[in-house]
Structure formats: structure tokens, C-alpha cells
Nanobody, 126 residues
Framework: QVQLAESGGGLVQAGGSLRLSCAPSGNAFRAYTLGWFRQAPGKEREFVAAITWNSGNTRYADSVKGRFTISIDNTRDADAVLLHLNNLKPEDTAVYYC?????????????????WGQGTQITVSS
């Protein structure tokens, strides 16, 4: 069973920055695609960004391009996927989830990702 451990959410003022981390279990994740999604109250879960573990190819939602950066952190004992969130806006407030799919396609659809983390809250105050 795949397990994903997220961390790094919190409260930040508009214009501020945060960094989220997602640590998948197992070395086999180097063959997978990992995505970040978010869900605001009363809204559907939406795609934010994705990265392929083996090549580092990325894809972003238009709403976060130029502000968010997804990357792989392999400098520690346990590999992790990071999401750097800069110039945060109140509309970025949501629960952020990381998810994994077992191929290299940078899908933007929720249904394409069978494995999910528990989510971490980000609140951006105006």
C-alpha cells in the first residue's frame, strides 16, 4: 500500500510564501508521477502541479504558474516532493493534497491518481 506523508501547511499573509513537502513510501516511487491538488471549502478538488519522478518533467495549473514551483528533494535520506508557494493570495486558501499515480503521464485529473495523502491546510489572510 502506498503511503504519503505531507507537511508544511499553515497560516500566511497575502504575498507570503510557504513550502509543502510530500514524502512517499518506498524506492519504487522514482518511476511514478506525483501531483499536488487543493480543495477549497464548497469547491471541487483541483489540480495544482505535477512532476515525474524519473525525469523531473512538470506541469502547472494556469492559476499558479509563475508563483508555485514543484521539485524533487533528494538531498535527504528520504526522497520528497516539494511545492514552493510564493506570492500567495487569499484564493489559494485550501487543503492541499499530494497524490501519486504509477506512470509518467502528468495528468491533471483527480481520478488519475489512486493514492492520496491526508492533506494539509493553507490559509492566506488578506
Amino acid at each position: 500500500q502506498v503511503q504519503l506523508a505531507e507537511s508544511g501547511g499553515g497560516l500566511v499573509q497575502a504575498g507570503g510564501s510557504l513550502r509543502l513537502s510530500c514524502a512517499p513510501s518506498g524506492n519504487a516511487f522514482r518511476a511514478y508521477t506525483l501531483g499536488w491538488f487543493r480543495q477549497a471549502p464548497g469547491k471541487e478538488r483541483e489540480f495544482v502541479a505535477a512532476i515525474t519522478w524519473n525525469s523531473g518533467n512538470t506541469r502547472y495549473a494556469d492559476s499558479v504558474k509563475g508563483r508555485f514551483t514543484i521539485s524533487i528533494d533528494n538531498t535527504r535520506d528520504a526522497d520528497a516532493v516539494l511545492l514552493h508557494l510564493n506570492n500567495l493570495k487569499p484564493e489559494d486558501t485550501a487543503v492541499y493534497y499530494c497524490a501519486v499515480r504509477r506512470n509518467w503521464v502528468l495528468s491533471q485529473t483527480v481520478e488519475a491518481y489512486p493514492f492520496w495523502g491526508q492533506g494539509t491546510q493553507i490559509t492566506v489572510s488578506s
